[in-house]
């Protein structure tokens, strides 16, 4: 079955420091979203992207967050400096088309000290 | 603006008992709906979707539901649980129209546990 590669599973870094988390969208798949899952906040929205372009990251801190799709097979996730509070899950998630229902990776466990 | 809300954070069932899960939706255009279920420590996995056509939809692992556009819901059932259903399940609405069609949006989840 075709993945959605997330790396790193896991990061442990010091409050900060910049912090880089990637995506391989699943080959052929044109939006790509990014959510963070926090015990207090569920499931929340980031940073959203169709054909590379970004659509919405209303839902980014954008003071030290920033997503990018460089090329089709790539998407990052940027913290600078990373603070306490961003300790989350951040998930990457691809899909087709607006009905299609989306794929998600394992995620990145990020843990800020 | 299109949200979702699943009515009660946590469920529990006895094995062999029906599984009904809650979810209303709110959304000025014709939605999409989706079940996603979460198992510890890994990433959220499609069980079904409604997009068009038949309102009854039926998934994986014997999960279906049920697409009720009177009354704006689109609530996860299963007729018997089964100790590995135990997971979290997430709701969500996403839509067609507008240069923002397809961002999907999530209720809080429900906690399914399964009592033996």
């Known amino acids: 079955d075709a993945r959605v590669t997330q790396t790193p599973r896991h990061k442990v870094t010091e409050m900060g420091q910049e912090v880089t988390m990637r995506c391989q969208p699943i080959?052929?798949?044109?939006?790509v979203f990014w959510y963070r899952q926090t015990m207090m906040q569920g499931l929340e929205l980031l940073a959203y992207?169709?054909?590379?372009?970004?659509?919405?990251d209303s839902g980014m801190p954008k003071d030290r967050f920033s997503a990018e799709m460089p090329d089709a097979t790539l998407a990052t996730l940027k913290i600078q400096p990373s603070e306490p509070r961003d300790s989350a899950v951040y998930f990457c998630?691809?899909?087709?088309?607006?009905?299609?229902?989306?794929?998600f990776g394992s995620g990145t466990r990020l843990t800020v000290v | 603006a299109q949200s979702v809300t699943q009515l009660g954070s946590h469920v529990s069932v006895s094995e062999g008992a029906l599984v009904l899960l809650r979810c209303n939706y709110s959304?000025?255009?014709?939605?999409?709906l989706f079940w996603y279920v979460q198992y510890p420590n890994q990433g959220l996995q499609l069980l079904l979707k409604?997009?068009?056509?038949?309102?009854l939809v039926k998934g994986i692992n014997g999960f279906e539901a049920e697409f009720k556009k009177s009354e704006t819901s689109f609530h996860l059932t299963k007729p018997s649980a089964h100790m590995s259903d135990a997971a979290e399940y997430f709701c969500?609405?996403?839509?067609?129209?507008?240069?923002?069609?397809?961002?999907?949006?999530f209720g809080q989840g429900t906690e399914l546990s399964v009592k033996p």
């Open positions: 998630a691809s899909g087709r088309d607006r009905g299609y229902g989306y794929t």
């Open positions: 080959l052929g798949h044109n939006t």
């Open positions: 992207f169709r054909n590379r372009a970004p659509l919405d």
């Open positions: 959304s000025s255009v014709p939605p999409y």
């Open positions: 409604y997009t068009t056509g038949a309102t």
């Open positions: 969500a609405v996403s839509s067609l129209g507008g240069n923002q069609g397809g961002k999907l949006i």
